[in-house]
């Protein structure tokens, strides 16, 4: 990621957090089994997420986000997204959403 910053890699990891779409891919991402290849379907993803279509919403806008930033991988063709090089930094933030997820306003997870 070149020469930037902790602060700006903080802002990075934060700022992919900050949609519920974004954050329930990761969290599934995250909860899927390490033995084997954790890889997420688009099918599996939540139609009922708001007005636009899902699917148009994660192809056009979410899954390039976090792509771009390495957190996930996205095989386009078989429309399948997996950890990317740099999902390992999202581990963290997201054991803490899980563990404080009852505590949180609203659609969180």
């Not at 999902?87 to 054991?95: A, N, S």
Request: negative net charge.
């Amino acid at each position: 990621m070149g020469n930037r910053s902790e602060g700006e890699l903080c802002d990075d990891r934060l700022e992919a957090l900050g949609r519920y779409e974004r954050r329930r891919l990761l969290l599934g991402l995250s909860t899927a089994n390490p033995h084997e290849d954790s890889r997420i379907d688009f099918g599996e993803l939540d139609r009922n997420s708001g007005e636009l279509d899902p699917l148009v919403v994660m192809r056009h806008l979410h899954l390039p986000y976090l792509e771009e930033r390495g957190f996930i991988r996205w095989d386009r063709d078989n429309q399948v997204v997996s950890k990317g090089s740099r999902f390992d930094e999202m581990e963290p933030l997201l054991q803490l959403l899980r563990e404080i997820e009852d505590e949180l306003p609203g659609r969180w997870t």
